[in-house]
């Protein structure tokens, strides 16, 4: 982690806010204070905020704020960070059928680990994913934490269209997919809630800086979830983090 | 809504912009929005729209359209040879159309992307503050697809101005010209230092050429590799609208309108927002040169830019001396002819 935030500028109307060249906890708890600190305290001009891995992206209109006096005013707030008081972050609960149709992978990651299915799900469900950023497609989240025990390397080749609610190991990293698109991920298992509905508000379930915490379910408790996810009836476990488990 | 126009071919890929969807890019949802903003901006002025009002955005092949109620129209942005019951329609200008009308498009004679604005709007649904369609995400505009054959649009109720716009046009000096061979200026960085002085040397001297792999999310080009030092991954962070990224293979992409949000390859710079449509009307096979110029002066072009669109929305939006269109044909050729009293 940096001593000081850099500022890089990013053309003429977004500027980048970087707290160090890493992908550690200590570095995206900066990004979430400064996230949380200019939605408290917004600054006149800043259009949207991106916070990423090690940095947040602030989109701007010049016009209503001069780069240089923004970089002076988001420096400020970089130096007063300590004194914000943060709230809890909260850990989603995400149901999953590990296994079967849903996590054709299983046996794979079984195979390639050496740990029996049962093993292998009481890892993965047994640490709070750290969500580092979201990207790549919308709402699909970047975990962080996973047990290096489980990890698998990806599909020599990818698959063309993986379901949505998917859920996935790559290497070191787990994931979901929130909508069907192609990949390369070993699935192990799949979710019924919907981490990404553009007619609901908010459209995306989960936000960078909180947790993730999977739970296996049955096939049958898979299917009333998603009975209740369609219906809009499902009522989506958010749990504060300090009953802290690893991660 | 009633209909206003009937898709009777859909073109190339036309699909319904706006300005985009803001607000959304933490959850990872693109803005999509129209690839050329300025044009979409002056096409919904003439019309008495909006700036943000939907518009349709046609890439190269045009749609032929079926008229199906009165309303006012304008097209602007690239010249795709847009005409009305087979006569050339004037662009730039806000023109008056009628049920039964056919608006069709013979083919590219310069830019890449026109705007068909309609007085009132496309009216299509928000999804997420927007009207603008995102393909790879399947949402916005018509069912979060291009349009196709036999679609039906809907227009808004028309702003009270749109009728004395008819015959309205942009003075030259708002009309953009598209080349095939554009310097497109750049704010360096966020990531210029993982270049080589060598290579960032390479990047603001070579020439480039777009290739076909160029649509809504990105420009790719080729042309002269661009040198990294040390390695050509980053941590992934945000992609700012018009972001220069540069994979391992050393060549440039151009990140426009449907970018990702956040992605791993450095940045070696960032084109200014005003010449962001310069890239937006480039084609396959036209020349792209880079050249720096400072943040300051970037955003000063960029107020230029606005000023001059306020400037236009304001000559505008004056009461119009008398209008007269004359239809002349001289040895068999037909020109149409606009008089204004001043």
Redesign the interface.
């Known amino acids: 982690m940096y001593d000081e935030a850099r500022f890089?500028?990013?053309?003429?109307?977004?500027l980048?806010v970087?707290f160090g060249?890493?992908?550690s906890p200590e570095v995206n708890a900066r990004i979430r204070a400064m996230t949380a600190a200019l939605e408290a305290e917004p600054i006149a001009g800043v259009?949207?905020?991106?916070?990423?891995?090690?940095?947040?992206?602030v989109?701007f209109d010049?016009?209503q704020v001069?780069?240089e006096v923004l970089e002076e005013r988001l420096a400020e707030l970089c130096r007063n960070l300590g004194e914000l008081k943060l709230p809890e972050p909260t850990v989603t609960v995400v149901p999953v059928c590990y296994g079967g149709e849903f996590g054709p992978d299983l046996p794979f990651v079984c195979q390639h680990t050496g740990l029996a299915a049962e093993e292998v799900i009481r890892i993965h469900t047994g640490t709070d994913y750290l969500i580092y950023?979201?990207?790549?497609?919308?709402?699909?989240p970047?975990l962080g934490g996973m047990d290096e025990r489980i990890a698998t390397p990806r599909l020599k080749t990818p698959r063309t269209k993986i379901p949505a609610g998917s859920v996935g190991i790559a290497g070191k990293q787990t994931g979901i997919y929130?909508?069907d698109s192609p990949g390369g991920w070993q699935l192990i298992g799949r979710t019924p809630l919907k981490l990404?509905d553009?007619?609901r508000e908010?459209?995306?379930l989960l936000?960078?800086g909180n947790y993730v915490r999977f739970k296996a379910v049955t096939k049958e408790e898979y299917d009333a979830i998603a009975t209740e996810v369609a219906a809009g009836t499902y009522r989506v476990e958010v749990v504060p983090k300090r009953e802290g488990r690893e991660g | 809504m009633a209909a206003v126009f009937e898709v009777i071919a859909p073109g190339l890929l036309t699909t319904v912009q706006d300005r985009g969807r803001h607000g959304y890019q933490a959850f990872g949802m693109p803005v999509a929005g129209a690839v050329d903003e300025y044009a979409l901006r002056v096409a919904n002025l003439l019309v008495g729209n909006e700036e943000n009002a939907a518009a349709l955005e046609i890439t190269l092949l045009g749609p032929v359209l079926k008229v199906l109620a009165p309303a006012v129209i304008a097209i602007t942005g690239a010249d795709l040879g847009a005409m009305l019951n087979g006569e050339p329609l004037p662009l730039w200008q806000a023109v008056a159309v009628k049920a039964g009308d056919e608006i069709s498009f013979s083919g590219v004679r310069s830019g890449c992307r026109s705007y068909l604005a309609v007085a009132g709007g496309i009216d299509v649904p928000v999804v997420m503050g927007s009207r603008s369609t995102y393909l790879r995400g399947k949402i916005g505009g018509l069912d979060g697809r291009a349009l196709k054959a036999g679609d039906k649009l809907a227009a808004g109720e028309p702003p009270a101005a749109a009728r004395t716009r008819v015959g309205r046009r942009v003075p030259p000096e708002f009309i953009p010209t598209y080349g095939n061979n554009i310097t497109l200026r750049v704010v360096l960085g966020p990531q210029d230092d993982h270049f080589t002085p060598a290579g960032r040397e390479t990047f603001l001297t070579g020439e480039y050429v777009v290739t076909n792999e160029a649509d809504r999310m990105g420009y790719r080009l080729d042309g002269p590799k661009i040198e990294h030092a040390g390695g050509a991954d980053i941590i992934s962070d945000g992609i700012p609208l018009g972001a220069v990224q540069v994979p391992g293979h050393g060549l440039p992409i151009v990140m426009l309108a449907d970018r990702q949000t956040t992605g791993g390859y450095p940045k070696i710079a960032t084109v200014i927002s005003a010449d962001l449509y310069l890239i937006g009307q480039a084609k396959p096979g036209d020349k792209v040169r880079f050249s720096a110029v400072s943040r300051e002066e970037a955003v000063k072009l960029l107020r230029e830019q606005e000023e001059n669109l306020r400037r236009l929305a304001e000559l505008l939006s004056r009461p119009a001396g008398r209008i007269r269109q004359f239809r002349i044909t001289v040895q068999g050729k037909k020109f149409e002819a606009t008089v204004e009293e001043l």
Do not use: K, Q
């Not at chain 1, 259009?47 to 992206?57: G, M």
């Not at chain 1, 950023?133 to 699909?140: C, D, I, K, V």
């Open positions: 890089l500028p990013a053309g003429d109307r977004a980048v970087e060249n890493e992908i259009v949207e905020v991106v916070p990423t891995y090690r940095s947040l992206l989109h010049p016009l001069a780069p950023m979201l990207g790549f497609t919308p709402g699909f970047y929130p909508i990404y553009p007619f908010p459209p995306v936000t960078a």
